[in-house]
């Protein structure tokens, strides 16, 4: 009877914070409070939301001894990795250490990367591999592991198709820093990726009947005879399970929320603000670290350049994609607002003030649907006109006006002068009213992680892959070098987590 009395009061409790997210775009009231430091620990474990509902989850009375594979976290890469898995014929099972299932994947924005699809052939747009793949190693500044990279860039396209074979059409496509061409997908109505990825996964996963445990905080990968068999798993802060499988996949993420581990590696970062989910704390890094695997890039953290600074609220480049222009205090653009974010990143940090100002206009406003939930977050100021704008953000009007008005010109003769920005403009900012919202850098991604190869194989200190573990999305660590591209983070987990569930599965079935 008390088994019971718990499960009910879980999925209660689950309900509760799933509709409270439905509302606010994967920020709910006790994230909110957490951002302002002002959360307990009990609020802290609400952070992660997504648009899923509690149904999908599975009742703990239902955890079983043993599956096939057992996948550590339910981001997007986890999800992937299950549902991939389970159309091999296996039996996965998802444990996921917060009270909802999306991660920091819930949080994506701009969209998700992909060369040569079949949406950007429908919409007249030439794109390739090969100019994927060089304008991602230079944005890694030529480090990125060109295996990987490789791989990642020839499976994009495939990936795309993929999700839309199961309802997550990604067909509205803009440009983030650092590309010439428009391969950033994003759903259909232009709004941000990530609640509508995160919902469409949960859905998939629910249909497929494959059992999503939340609450389910992983402590340990178990092992024999150097061969992973199985997880320590502690349910409900409460109640530790051993549960055993023939292989287990780590999609846990990375560690952009513990400031410790950044500590260890970045101590230059202290002090920043984190647009990561509180659970993102490095554990599946940890916990593959204790079997002997080993870690690359470690010290690559990957500061984003527009970060709302009082809520850590990740501003997506989406925005400057669509069009937008950074200003500074004397109200002047000092930047190509669409090179690589570690280079507008230094621009902002070289202001005075190391913050600065996203100002656009009605039409980027309606072509990117995130700053809807932006504005309900009062992050955007509005002026009917410049002049009306500069005073509300307090820059001088004259020298607004006037580098609108050369954008404008530099939009229309598709030549920018005083930055060299060739992309994001399509249009220029000449429709009322005038909307602002006020950034600074902040902490976004961590760009190292565990070591795998391209079957997603887990390897230790001299190469050879630990039997029966595999990894996949934040937490490894490679693909992106020294800088990842906006919109490829969504890419790698949906890439490799496929290849991850394709992979563990037929590790699986060669045991058999």
């Not at 609640?195 to 009947?209: D, I, P, T």
């Not at 000092?334 to 070289?350: G, P, Q, W």
């Amino acid at each position: 009877m008390k088994k019971n009395t718990t499960v009910l009061l879980t999925l209660l409790l689950s309900i509760v914070l799933v509709i409270a997210g439905c509302g606010n775009n994967g920020s709910s009231n006790s994230e909110k409070k957490a951002n302002e430091g002002q959360s307990t620990t009990e609020e802290k474990k609400t952070d992660t939301v997504s648009g899923a509902s509690q149904a999908s989850y599975t009742p703990i009375d239902q955890l079983k001894d043993s599956y096939d594979i057992i996948i550590v976290g339910a981001g997007g890469a986890g999800m992937t990795v299950a549902l991939e898995a389970k159309e091999k014929g296996m039996n996965p099972v998802i444990f996921e250490k917060m009270p909802v299932a999306g991660g920091n994947t819930t949080k994506s924005s701009s969209g998700m990367n992909a060369s040569q699809t079949k949406f950007q052939k429908e919409q007249g747009i030439e794109d390739s591999n090969d100019l994927f793949y060089e304008e991602t190693l230079a944005g890694g500044h030529n480090t990125n592991d060109k295996e990987m990279l490789r791989f990642f860039v020839d499976n994009s396209a495939d990936a795309i198709d993929w999700l839309d074979s199961i309802g997550i059409r990604l067909n509205n496509l803009t440009i983030t820093g650092g590309m010439k061409e428009k391969r950033t997908h994003r759903p259909e109505d232009g709004s941000a990726i990530g609640q509508y990825l995160v919902a469409g996964l949960v859905r998939n996963v629910h249909e497929k009947e494959i059992p999503l445990f939340v609450n389910a905080d992983v402590k340990e990968i178990t092992q024999a005879d150097g061969k992973v068999n199985g997880v320590k798993v502690l349910i409900d802060q409460t109640d530790e399970k051993v549960i055993t499988a023939k292989a287990v996949v780590v999609t846990s993420g990375g560690f952009g929320s513990n400031a410790e581990m950044i500590a260890e590696v970045r101590p230059d970062l202290k002090g920043l603000v984190t647009t990561n989910q509180i659970g993102s704390t490095g554990d599946g890094i940890r916990m593959i670290e204790q079997l002997g695997g080993t870690t690359v890039d470690m010290d690559q953290i990957q500061v984003h350049p527009t970060v709302q600074q009082d809520k850590s609220y990740l501003i997506g480049e989406a925005v400057r994609g669509e069009g937008a222009l950074l200003i500074s205090t004397e109200g002047t653009r000092f930047v190509n607002e669409l090179d690589t974010r570690d280079k507008v990143t230094a621009a902002i940090n070289a202001l005075p003030e190391k913050a600065a100002t996203l100002v656009f206009d009605a039409g980027v406003k309606s072509r990117v649907k995130a700053i809807e939930q932006y504005d309900k977050m009062g992050f955007v100021v509005k002026g009917d006109t410049i002049e009306e704008l500069a005073q509300a953000i307090n820059v001088p009007a004259d020298q607004l006006k006037a580098t609108i008005d050369t954008w404008n010109e530099a939009v229309k003769n598709k030549q920018d002068g005083e930055f060299g920005r060739t992309t994001g403009m399509d249009h220029d900012l000449s429709a009322a009213p005038y909307y602002a919202i006020k950034i600074a850098p902040g902490i976004h991604y961590t760009m190292g992680g565990v070591k795998i190869n391209t079957n997603t194989e887990v390897l230790d200190k001299d190469g050879k892959a630990i039997e029966g573990l595999f990894a996949a999305g934040e937490l490894t660590g490679g693909l992106h070098g020294e800088n990842r591209i906006g919109g490829n983070s969504v890419a790698e987990i949906i890439i490799f987590g496929r290849q991850a569930g394709i992979k563990s599965a037929e590790f699986v079935q060669s045991k058999q």
